[in-house]
């Protein structure tokens, strides 16, 4: 057996040993508390590993099938990365509203460190600099952009809301008609950019520089069979739900046992919102093992874009439709949803800085520098310092 054949089949195996923990965990130590979870979220974590070796497969047979470039491809295996995010986001937010909402809010601000920290492993020109692809620079940017708006607008709205909120009046909170209003609308826009993505940026990508990371082209020859491709998605897709399952419920059990042992609430979101991000982390370092940096890099910028416009929308929804069918309660009598405290609107707020910093080092010249980089990180870890210190 070639090398290359025993390396497509290491997903196999990872996804064995993944399901065989997860059941271990259900069947052999149910009751046995962090044994249990920690034993369920490893297994987890490999189920979701072997799910994103199976998207990267059809992501590759589809981008051959339709000459379409690795980076246009990868941000629509990132859409699918987002599965067991939501699955996982649905269990929190039917147990703890509030703490769900944060979490997915603080997923935007721990995908921006990863970019940023990601941008550091990016092959550099002699200069020093690492030339990013043109659609994330052309299309990514407006979207980093957009979403800086949109946290400013939101986070402005719900400090007015608190500071002339009425004395004596219940708590305002966003309600389920501010709710729906707003994850359609950012929906919308999920949508138009991914429109523009295939229809502006699916061709070939000519580059910059003679450093510049290529868009590869898939080679025409060899192409998958349309069944195989269906398989791997649909495969990839339902076992990706079992693992963000396994992993939420992990997830779950280590921040309740972080809250009994005196922890603040938002570092609890901060480890939760890692562990939902899980997938989109696993699919960014394993295409960038293959040196499929443009998969690599979409995922690392999707992790950031689809947050706003397509995981807090989702969320949004969600809440407003499991508080109308009374899943979940109201905060008031009057249909609230999302309470507006220190919490909820430091989080939203503090969106702004990280998507204005990260627009204004790709958009200026479509490269990363290393002064660049560093800022970035260093200003993602900051928000993520003071949320966790003194949100």
């Known amino acids: ?62 981008a051959r099938r339709k000459k379409m470039n690795s980076f246009v491809a990868g941000t629509m295996a990132g ?16 147990a703890t509203p509030r703490v769900g909402f944060i979490v997915t809010v603080l997923t935007l601000h721990v995908g921006a ?9 990016l092959p550099r020109d002699v200069e020093g600099n690492a030339n990013l692809p043109k659609p994330l620079v052309g299309l990514s940017t407006d979207l980093y952009a957009a979403a800086g708006g949109v946290f400013f607008s939101l986070g ?23 709710l729906y209003f707003f994850g359609t609308l950012l929906l919308l826009i999920q949508a138009v950019a991914v429109t ?41 897709l339902v076992v990706s739900v079992i693992g963000g399952h396994s992993v939420g419920e992990f997830a779950g059990a280590l921040v309740e046992r972080l809250a009994h042992s005196g922890y603040s609430e938002m570092f609890g979101a901060i480890i939760l919102s890692l562990f939902s991000a899980s997938g989109a982390f696993v699919m960014i370092g394993t295409a960038h093992v293959q040196k499929k940096y443009n998969i690599a890099m979409a995922n690392a910028s999707g992790a950031i874009t689809q947050v706003p416009f397509l995981v807090l929308p989702i969320a949004m929804i969600m809440l407003a439709a499991f508080t109308q069918t009374g899943i979940i309660p109201a905060v008031d009598n009057v249909g609230g949803v999302i309470p507006i405290d220190i919490h909820t609107t430091s989080a939203i707020l503090l969106g702004f ?3 204005l910093v990260l627009w204004k080092a790709v958009q200026d010249d479509g490269k990363v520098n290393w002064v660049e980089t560093s800022t970035m990180v260093a200003i993602f870890l900051l928000v993520i310092y003071l949320l966790v210190a003194h949100g």
């Open 196 to 236: 523009r993505l295939v229809k502006r940026f699916s061709g070939k990508h000519q580059s910059a520089s003679d450093e510049d990371i290529p868009v590869e082209q898939a080679d025409d020859s060899a192409q998958m069979p349309i069944v195989t491709i269906v398989a791997f998605s649909v495969a990839g």
């Open 353 to 355: 800085p990280s998507m």
């Open 79 to 94: 859409l699918s990365s987002n599965i067991p995010e939501l699955v996982m986001l649905a269990f929190v937010l039917i």
């Open 113 to 121: 460190a990863a970019f940023g920290l990601y941008c550091g492993a």
């Open 1 to 62: 057996m070639s090398t290359e054949e025993h390396e497509g089949k290491q997903w196999l195996w990872v996804l064995i040993v993944g399901l065989g923990l997860i059941a271990l965990a259900d069947f052999l130590f149910v009751g046995e508390g962090l044994l249990s979870a920690g034993i369920l979220g490893l297994g987890g974590l490999l189920v979701v590993f072997a799910s994103s070796e199976m998207m990267i497969k059809a992501v590759d047979g589809y």
């Open 156 to 178: 402005m709205i719900m400090l007015l809301m608190k500071a002339f909120a009425v004395r004596g009046t219940v708590n305002p909170a966003l309600n389920t008609t501010d």
